[in-house]
């Protein structure tokens, strides 16, 4: 007979415990327990059943699991903790006696680790274990990027103490740094929230948010606490991350930081970047290369290999030759115009970026001269403006230091970037106010000739869309364009607005257009006027077609079966007779449309019964989910012919008039 | 105890022993404990050293002199020849020994022999500001001893420590502890297909500082329902409440009503008196089983039997017929499993498309910990404040709280509560009657 088994010796009650349970063990404070948790990434799990799990009597809300618990027991970190902990009683202890001199001393020996001996701690070993390569870490950067440029904007408070905040700022501006030098941004948004950046570092699309200036308010309902344990050890990541980085477009980390320049809010100016001394730095660089390449053997195979490969096959080889080396972007973009696309260039992260036709997008401004006037924000442009190849950022000198220009009038400014609307009233009878905060020698209104005035939108959008947009769309007073949204992903078959009309309309919709075309140009011919309320009217009748498609798809075939059997009957009429056939559809190009409509419509047809074959192998459940989803496709469908039709008409309208 | 007296000042008793005569009683106590002695004492030293010094502790040179003068009795025998002192010098001569304690700073206390005196400090001294501190920490809120240094080295190309072996080491090598595979297990998502939510969301159009119409339309449509959804849930609720407070109200007032009419009717009601029971006649009716003989078993075996030998046939022979087409069937189950993978396939990528993205997302229901998760804070301009301009944005949202919010989602850490204060023991509050304590 089996051993009858005990309750609670096996099972979930043995894989899971509870939070008091592993506090317990690891002889720890709540708090200690949940900031070593936070930095080792040891999560909070449900169990199946919690009844199963816990033996008390009140209610356990968290459990972990056992493993995870035991194998904290060796981290080094928590014997760190426990002194801690030991440290907090003498004190408590001293000050509950009143020695209050002795509980200093206890707190001041144990706060000055180099005199005592007892050295504070670090998570590197921490950061390294999470992150077992580089790669990791890049992947999880959005999080550590988005919390620190928060963090950074944060107004210092008890909680958050200044000193965190400045590395914070450090940290960030450093990586900006990197950033520019690598010419790796590739899109920012301006969104409500705040500004979202997307950087391509080394083959990963890193996206972080970062707020606004003196926006965060600090609400009730969040945790600094934890917060703060997450801020610590993202510190430590980007730290690292940063060094990486530096390292490898042979830099120095840290780069030499001003503190002067820093006091007057020069920001990236602050930092002063200085390559690895010229002859050994490279060498040691050669060296590093050495160590990170693959044996010349196995990459010389992977070549031959790849040259096998088509070139259209770029991704899959891009992706191989990131993983195959680190490689040095400084010479990459050096060699920037050799060919794209070539597998056997020992760089992978020119091969991920698309190419546009002609011109890097990361030079984008690089031979500009750009002035921001005083109520821009500056450090977003800035970053933005220098890590799209812009040199020379200059600006109103309430902004902060760093600039390249203080003085408006330097005849060297090839645009401007204003955001206040053009005042009508003239300003001449005042004279010229004289504003001592400001550098600005101009009065309100005045323009300086040769140059261009923009407002701050046009640098995102002509970020994004990787060319230069017209400026006088975005000229001060202008209506400006709507800001769209870079990282929404273009599906297939939904509108638009930024490519031409032809480009994404479906087949079917197409010629529909061109139906209505006809039928317009006949209405024109009647009535003259009334073609845009024809037009209206004709969209609500596709938009009623397109809800009644499957029947009118019934209808039609049955007319067409008639149609060709009528013709089938002339034609025997016209052969009994001795006559040729009068060809009914003179026209060759609707006879075209006609063929094409219903090859259209026959594929349609056919695509429909597979998807309803389909549909019916699966579960009930999965088929109600997947109803759903056609549902709500079909919806949004229909908008976007909606929207495409009323573009059309827009367009109809404008060509009509030219 | 020890009794302070001059020497000189001698008391003129002859020497006892101390007399305690009981330790009992309230003698004994420490505030009935003759002390006059003692007193007498320190007044004579305070005295002498007013006049000059403790004369026990002076040099013999102080005390005594060689004496060179005349007769001291000369005077007492010729009095009128002797010049008698003032009585006001005689006054001022009585004066204390001990120089007075100026109370006034003079200038001239500035000027010293140059060697500058020691500023007496209070090594032990506290403020009250870093007592606060000590508390705190005592309390467990101490600031964070990560020590904070650039990183000076590359982490992920770090070269592997040198194994140092040593010949006369016999111990035997440390083991590590190996990593648990839990600990790589993704963190528990809130969200309801179970799926880890990117940390940053990708923004839609709609989030943008200056939309495009339809997308703003879009969204402030979502977001004006969902707040309309909310306020009628809410407005239900509240409805809700008070038609349960109304009928607790209505029932309780019922129940008085009864009450009453109870007290009222308790000797008119029937009673047993008048032969009526109640919850007497409750006898079990159900007829008692059988037992089954031995035929009727025999049958049920039978049957039995029978049921499954023709279940087993029915088996079997659809199994034949489907051995025969066994090619046809797996072609279909081929084609079956190839289209069900299609479909999903397309339902997968449209659902990690909306994912990636902001939006409402569908939370599991099971929350995770004690506390719910904290809501979204709305991130819509409204029309009205729409502008055109980055300058006269205003942002919306809390960046902050989505932060952790976030967190929360991914699982990363459980939701908590701030909790300002602790539980404290409740007080019994009763009425003092002292208003009612007075005479007129």
Sequence with gaps: ?658 | MPVLRSATAGSGEAPKQFSQPSRKGKKAWRKNVDVTEVEEGLRELNDEIIRGGVIREKASEDLFVLDVAGDSKIPQKFPKHVKKGLKADEIINKRSAVPAVPMRKRPGDKTTDGVIAAKRQRTDWVSHKELARLRKVADGHHESTVAVKDATFDLWDAPAEPVAQDPTDFLPEKVEAKVPKSMKQQPLSLLSNGKQLPAVPKPTGGYSYNPSFPEYEKRLAEESTKAIEAEQKRLEAAAAEAAKLEAAARSAAEADAAEERANMSEWEEDSEWEGFQSGVDERPSAKQPKRKTQAQRNRIKRRKEEEQLAKHKAEMKTRRAQEQRIKEIAAEVEDKEKQKALVLAQAAAEESDADSEIGEEKLRRKQLGKYKLPEKDLELVLPDELQESLRLLKPEGNLLKDRYRSMLLRGKVESRRHIPFKKQARKKVTEKWTHKDFVI
């Excluded at chain 1, 400001?438 to 407002?455: C, D, E, F, H, S």
């Excluded at chain 1, 209506?479 to 490519?499: E, I, W």
């Design chain 1, 1 to 658: 007979m089996a051993r009858i088994k005990k309750k609670g010796q096996a099972g979930a009650a043995k894989n899971f415990v509870t939070r008091n349970q592993a506090i317990r063990k690891l002889q720890l404070s709540l708090p200690d327990f949940r900031k070593l948790c936070i930095w080792k990434g040891i999560y909070p799990r449900e169990p199946r059943s919690k009844k199963k799990v816990s033996k008390s009597s009140t209610a356990s809300t968290t459990f972990y699991y056992t493993k995870d618990i035991q194998y904290l027991l060796h981290e080094p970190l928590v014997q760190k903790f426990r002194d801690h902990k030991s440290l907090e009683k003498k004190i408590s202890r001293a000050l509950g006696r009143g020695d209050v001199s002795d509980a200093k001393r206890l707190e001041t020996n144990a706060s000055r680790p180099e005199k005592t001996g007892k050295p504070t701690y670090t998570l590197d070993h921490v950061v390294r274990e999470r992150y077992p390569t580089f790669v990791d870490a890049l992947r999880d950067l959005d999080d550590c990027l988005s919390m620190l440029f928060l963090f950074a904007n944060l107004p210092s408070t008890s909680m958050v103490p200044a000193k965190m905040i400045a590395r914070c700022e450090r940290l960030c501006l450093e990586f900006q740094h990197y950033l520019i030098v690598s010419k790796s941004l590739t899109k920012s948004f301006l969104s409500i929230k705040g500004i979202y950046y997307q950087a391509n570092i080394q083959g990963e699309d890193v996206l972080w948010l970062v707020p606004y200036r003196f926006n965060q308010r600090i609400v009730g309902d969040v945790d600094f606490r934890i917060m703060g344990t997450f801020v610590e050890f993202y510190m430590t990541l980007l730290g690292f991350v940063n060094f990486r980085l530096y390292t490898s477009i042979g830099l120095k980390y840290p780069p030499k930081f001003d503190a002067v320049k820093d006091e007057n809010a020069a920001e990236l100016g602050a930092f002063t970047l200085e390559g690895k001394t010229l002859i050994g730095g490279e060498e040691q660089k050669k060296l590093e290369d050495v160590a990170h390449k693959p044996d010349p053997k196995v990459q010389a195979a992977v070549n031959k290999v790849l040259k096998s490969i088509t070139n259209g096959d770029s991704n899959g080889a891009a992706a191989e030759e990131a993983k195959n080396g680190d490689s040095d972007e400084v010479d990459q973009d050096a060699a920037g115009a050799i060919d794209k696309f070539e597998p056997a260039a020992p760089g992978g992260d020119i091969l991920l970026q698309p190419s546009y036709n002609g011109t890097n997008p990361n030079s984008l401004f690089s031979n500009f001269t750009i002035y921001l006037s005083r109520e821009t924000p500056r450090q977003p442009l800035e970053f933005i403006l220098k890590s799209f190849g812009c040199k020379r950022v200059g600006w109103d000198a309430v902004l902060g230091g760093g600039a390249f220009t203080t003085d408006e009038l330097d005849p060297s400014i090839t645009h401007q970037i204003v955001d206040r609307p053009p005042i009508q009233a003239s300003m001449d009878e005042d004279g010229d106010g004289e504003d001592n905060q400001t550098a600005q020698k101009l009065a309100a209104n005045r323009r300086v000739p040769g140059r261009i005035y923009v407002q701050p939108q046009w640098v995102w959008d002509s970020v994004n869309d990787g060319e230069l947009k017209e400026p006088h769309l975005y000229a001060p007073g202008a209506s400006l364009p709507p800001h769209l949204s870079p990282f929404v992903r273009k599906v297939q078959g939904a509108y638009d607005p930024t490519m031409p009309l032809e480009d994404q309309e479906p087949e079917h919709e197409a010629l529909e257009a061109g139906d209505d075309d006809e039928e317009a140009d006949a209405d024109e011919t009647v009535e003259g006027m009334d073609v845009a309320e024809s037009g209206d009217e004709d969209e609500d009748e596709d938009e009623e077609d397109e809800d009644e498609q499957d029947e009118d798809d019934e209808e039609e075939e049955e007319e067409e079966d008639h149609n060709d059997a009528l013709q089938r009957q002339i034609e025997l009429e016209a052969e009994m007779a001795g006559k040729t056939v009068q060809s009914k559809t003179a026209n060759p190009k609707t006879k075209a449309k006609e063929d094409a409509r219903k090859a259209l419509a026959k594929k349609a047809r056919e695509e429909a019964e597979d998807l309803e074959r389909a549909k019916g192998m699966l579960s009930k459940k999965k088929r109600k989910l997947f109803e759903q989803m056609q549902y709500t496709n079909n919806k949004k469908s229909a908008e976007d012919a909606k929207l495409r039709s009323k573009r059309r008409k827009v367009e109809k309208e404008k060509a009509a008039k030219a």
